[in-house]
């Protein structure tokens, strides 16, 4: 049985809700131990533990700061969480890989797990690859320095993941090394939708995710002012579930919204199955973000039936022109989505079915297993 050492920086805990990205890890870490392969995970945590969880044994280091993502290199005032977080991942990847001997590391992502899993394989001959997000190339590619890192990260492993097709080329074109295209998806609970899609207004729209300028949240609240009270009659209710660094904001502006009589309400992370029930509740997902390359929250609405109103960033252009599952904003700025409102409040959301089911196809968590396997020539 071949040995995968799963090195991560964000997997679920306690509030699966809040994992942000690492929400998809474990299902895929599961599902490659069902696949036969002997999984163990290394990820950051409140505090250090070591337990199986499933099939899966999860060695976690403790951190100063949670969730990683909001650590920024720019700002001094992180550089002593950012040290003290580099160092206890790496020693930790480390001891596992001297425990464990694992045949392959898969680095998600390629920074700073890409560079853990090098400096380890390094030192006990062991292989690595990268899964890439969006958030690796796009945001980090951008820092002088961190650049040169990262791409010497990627070239130096045996094989490179990206979860977008646009962020493959773009990890190809910094590395200078082939880089396949391997989705992130999660397993929502299989129900029929408790309330069909809605066929006519009032419809019900919404939002779930980080509450982080990068998901857009601050854009949709935006929009939302700009909307008339014709539009707002249209509009059963508007739900906004999350959290992160925006919460100040959104909790201010929202509750201006709801002063102001409008149909707006707030919820904070939501596990699985209240991520399940939320999205089967909606007539219309809204995914303003900024900068993404296919969100988890896509193929999460694909599996609900949901029909999406999403920022023209990353793939979801193009994934939404082939197959017909939603409306493409013109622009990332909140006139662009204040249209693209207005447009899905004339549209039944029941037209994008059939878009729907042949999108949800492409993201298959075996196939995704499968995917790797024969990548590193485990089949």
């Known amino acids: 049985m071949k040995r995968l050492l799963i090195v991560t920086t964000s997997y679920p805990e306690r509030d699966e809700g809040a994992a942000a990205a690492g929400s998809f890890v474990a299902d895929f870490a599961l599902e490659a131990a069902r696949q036969s392969i002997e999984v163990a995970v290394v990820a950051p945590a409140a505090e250090s533990s070591e337990m199986r969880e499933g ?24 550089w002593r969480h950012i040290a003290r977080t580099l160092q206890a991942g790496q020693a930790t990847v480390n001891r596992v890989c001297a425990q464990r001997g694992p045949d392959h590391i898969l680095a998600l992502w390629a920074l700073p797990s890409g560079a853990w899993a090098q400096r380890a394989g390094a030192r006990y001959e062991i292989p690595y690859s990268t899964w890439a997000l969006g958030s690796d190339i796009w945001t980090l590619g951008r820092i002088p320095g961190v650049r040169q890192v990262l791409s010497r990260v990627l070239r130096a492993a045996q094989v490179r993941f990206a979860d977008g097709y646009q962020l493959a080329e773009d990890v190809t ?42 998901k857009g949240v601050d854009l949709l609240l935006d929009a939302l002012t700009l909307l008339e009270d014709s539009d707002w009659a249209l509009i059963e209710s508007l739900q906004i579930a999350g959290g992160g660094p925006l919460e100040a904001e959104v909790l201010r502006r929202a509750g201006a919204l709801q002063t102001a009589g409008r149909p ?26 900024r900068i993404e390359s296919i969100p988890v929250l896509f193929s999460d609405a694909m599996q609900a039936g949901t029909p999406v109103i999403a920022s023209p960033v990353g793939d979801l252009p193009e994934l939404l022109r082939q197959q017909t599952c939603g409306i493409a904003l013109a622009g990332v700025d909140p006139p662009s989505l204040l249209q693209g409102i207005r447009q899905a409040l004339a549209t039944k959301p029941g037209r994008y079915r059939v878009g729907m089911a042949q999108a949800g196809a492409r993201f298959d968590l075996n196939q995704a297993v499968q995917s790797l396997k024969e990548a590193l020539n485990w089949i």
């Open 173 to 214: 074109r910094i590395s200078g090394r082939p880089c396949a295209f391997l989705p992130s998806t999660r397993l929502l609970p299989p129900r029929e939708r408790t309330r069909p899609l809605a066929e006519r207004p009032p419809y019900r729209l919404g939002f779930l995710g980080r509450w982080h300028p990068n």
């Open 264 to 289: 707006v309400r707030l919820s904070g992370y939501l596990d699985r199955m209240e991520a399940t029930a939320f999205l089967q509740s909606l007539d219309y997902l809204i995914i303003p973000s």
């Open 55 to 78: 099939e899966v044994w999860v060695h976690r280091f403790a951190v100063p700061h949670l969730p990683l993502s909001t650590l920024q290199v720019t700002r001094p005032l992180h």
